[in-house]
């Protein structure tokens, strides 16, 4: 093959520089995250570093007509976004006030726990009369099921508003009010058949597959995942391979090829029962971002395909973006949305360079091109997402690369398996056996796989937070998609590498301060207080150990102690002796079977310059280097400031410097 031959196979992609859709869906996104940062954490300057790092590129070659084109669609569409959310939020917080009411709902999504039940209820009715929003709630019992009209007598809260990503999801998911019931009553079952659908799915696994088999096979074709064993669930994050068990654009995509090439015959047409076949499972799912992103696409794709246009992925995913923000707003506090749109981000940007070194290593070692193909996908995919795994999760997976390389590619294959195996058992129930017998075998394997192998190895202890913006930019200016004269990519690549590392040194290192992090909310807190080699963390309210961990994994360094500062201490004592500390102090005594963990009973104590005093079970003072911090982690916390400063439940999740008797909010 001649050289340009070679050249031939791999045309030239489209440049990245200025793109009406591209503009308007970074636009909407800036505008909703500058909100967010405003109304729910802390601006900090380094926010506005995306508008430094991008948009230049879609200004070159610069003119006037196209910088006042570019300024004034990305303005218009970052108030929209700013708009949208705000709406939203206003709408969040509307609505009944908290109090003792007779509740009515329909079961939307279960979770069943222990002999518990926690559900999210829709068309929900308060004291009689019908309010917006949704309620989550648990009962005692394992009976309840997606479709059932149930009611009760509970006190009902108000879900509060987020204080960072981790904490979000009431907000994303419009979950306005929370209840427990003692007792309920089943009404009469109205009509939704995706959601009795969706429980007969569920019961028909449960029953015939028994065990995680049919919790694991229900959340493959539905994406509910929370009835999943959690030691499972934590070896699966690690391995990197967690969203084949959220209903994902690679669901829909499996599902809209498989429909297309069924219906071939019917040439350009064929994508009509696809399209329909995919938004029937999309409403079955519950409508999740991903697969919502995913359906968009399909949309777009199908549409290019009757007009005769060539698909540009760019264009499809900032179509997809506008549309799900416009409506939805809130969704980009989601994890899912932001590691969706970046996996097919990364796929447009790096997969074209990428595949084409790939291609010809695997010529000179005779391996099939696809291969190839198929690895660059999957690098550019773990590549664009990196930075935003590690800013969500606190760490990200080693083997992810490896293990979506073997599961991605048999994932078509089960879950069409399992689709099928599963209309069978529906269709034919006496049979439901033999048909998901198949699929059982299948997930039995991977339970095996993962208890028998350790997929845990991870990068942590370490945090992007602005440095992540960096990152990708710094990847944007390598790419082909943006067309500089090598002098200049080598520059701009320079700058953003330095760029990085000074913002990576200021997130991660201290320099002979003090550094208190925390974050929570109304229900649990934790905080982080670092001073030159010392650490210890202070864990109070209503706070598990996966939450302890996770919070640990986004922070450098090791603990030293932990601090117990709640009212129920002996299970939060339990907690904070197996997060890794070596000291765990509590103002009262209580039995504890800890060895390796010393636990110190006492109104004082000190680690290092760090000197605490305890005041109540959930009202702790800090004394150092002329400051005095109050944490106060009481249902009941007082406005009062006793202290340089006072940290309260619900305060958002910030970090604060103390410096020479300086207090600085970032």
């Known amino acids: 093959m001649t050289e340009k031959d070679e050249k031939s196979d791999f045309p030239r992609l ?157 907000f994303v998911n419009n979950i306005r009010y929370v209840a427990t019931a003692d007792t309920y009553e089943e009404g009469e079952r109205g009509f939704h058949p995706l959601l009795f659908l969706n429980a007969t799915i569920f019961d028909r696994m449960k ?39 959220a209903v994902s654009g690679l669901h829909i995509g499996i599902l809209y090829g498989a429909v297309l090439l069924l219906c071939r015959p019917m040439k350009k047409y064929a994508s009509l029962p696809a399209i329909a076949v995919c938004t029937l499972y999309c409403a079955l799912c519950g409508w999740s971002v991903s697969a919502l992103r995913a359906l968009i696409m399909c949309v777009a794709l199908s549409v290019n395909t009757f007009t005769g246009r060539k698909a540009d992925l760019i264009n499809s995913v900032s179509l997809a973006g506008v549309s799900v923000l416009l409506f939805l707003p809130a ?81 078509p294959f089960a879950f069409l398996t399992l689709l099928l195996c599963t209309l069978f058992s529906l ?6 056996a033999f048909f998901l017998l198949f699929p059982r075998g299948i997930f039995s394997a991977l339970l095996f796989l993962f208890a028998a192998a350790d997929f845990g190895y991870v990068l942590t202890g370490f945090a992007f937070g602005s440095a992540g913006v960096v990152c990708l930019c710094a990847c944007l200016y390598a790419t082909e998609r943006v ?19 000074l913002c990576l040194v200021a997130e991660n290192c201290l320099f002979g301060g003090v550094v208190i992090d925390i974050t929570g909310s109304e229900e649990q807190m934790l905080a982080l207080v670092r001073c030159d080699d010392t650490g210890v963390l202070i864990v109070g309210g209503d706070v598990d150990l996966k939450t302890c961990k996770e919070y640990l994994a986004r922070h450098t360094g090791d603990i030293d102690a932990a601090v117990v500062l709640a009212e129920a201490q002996g299970r939060t004592r339990n907690i904070a002796a197996f997060t890794g500390a070596e000291r ?83």
Not at 427 to 432: H, M
Not at 489 to 501: K, N
């Open 483 to 501: 067309r500089l004269r090598l002098p200049v990519r080598g520059m701009a690549v320079g700058i953003a590498v330095v760029l990085f590392s």
């Open 207 to 245: 029953d015939v597959m028994g065990g995680e088999e049919g919790y694991i096979s229900y959340a493959l074709l539905t994406g509910n995942s929370r009835m999943v064993d959690s030691g499972f669930m934590t070896a699966v994050r690690s391995g990197g391979i967690a969203h084949i068990f």
């Open 427 to 432: 269709v034919i129930p006496p049979a439901a």
């Open 584 to 666: 765990v102090y509590c103002l009262r005594e209580g039995a504890d079977g800890f060895k390796e963990t010393d636990v110190i009973y006492g109104k004082q104590f000190s680690e290092g310059e760090l000197a605490f005093t305890f005041e109540t079970d959930t009202v702790l003072m800090l004394l150092v280097r002329g400051n005095a911090v109050k944490f106060d982690f009481s249902y009941d916390a007082p406005t009062a400031l006793d202290g340089d400063l006072s940290l309260e439940k619900g305060c958002g999740t910030l970090k604060y410097f103390l410096n020479y008797g300086i207090i600085l909010l970032l």
């Open 331 to 411: 969704q980009w506090l989601s994890v899912g949305f932001r590691l969706s749109f970046g996996a097919c981000i990364g796929l447009a940007l790096f997969s074209g360079m990428l595949s084409r070194p790939l291609a010809k290593a695997s010529k000179r070692a005779h391996i099939p091109r696809f291969l190839g193909d198929y690895l660059s996908a999957s690098l550019s995919v773990q590549l664009f997402t990196f930075p935003i795994v590690i800013e969500a999760f606190g760490y990200f997976a080693v083997w992810g690369l490896a293990l979506n390389l073997v599961i991605v590619p048999l994932l």
């Open 14 to 170: 489209p440049r990245i520089n200025f793109r009406p859709l591209l503009i308007a869906a970074l636009g909407i996104s800036f505008g909703i995250f500058l909100y967010c940062r405003i109304r729910f954490g802390g601006l900090v300057p380094s926010d506005f570093l995306f508008l430094f790092c991008f948009l230049p590129l879609a200004l070159f070659p610069f003119s006037k007509r196209k910088i006042i084109a570019l300024m004034c669609l990305f303005t218009v569409f970052a108030a929209a976004g700013t708009a949208g959310i705000h709406i939203y939020t206003e709408n969040y917080l509307s609505g009944k006030a908290a109090g003792e009411y007779a509740v009515e709902g329909t079961v939307s999504l279960l979770v069943l726990d222990d002999g518990y039940s926690e559900v999210e209820l829709k068309d929900v009715r308060l004291g009689g009369e019908s309010v917006r929003g949704k309620l989550s709630a648990t009962l005692t019992t394992e009976d309840v099921r997606p479709g059932d009209r149930v009611s009760f007598t509970a006190e009902v809260k108000r879900s509060p508003l987020p204080t960072g990503t981790e904490d979000s999801y009431f």
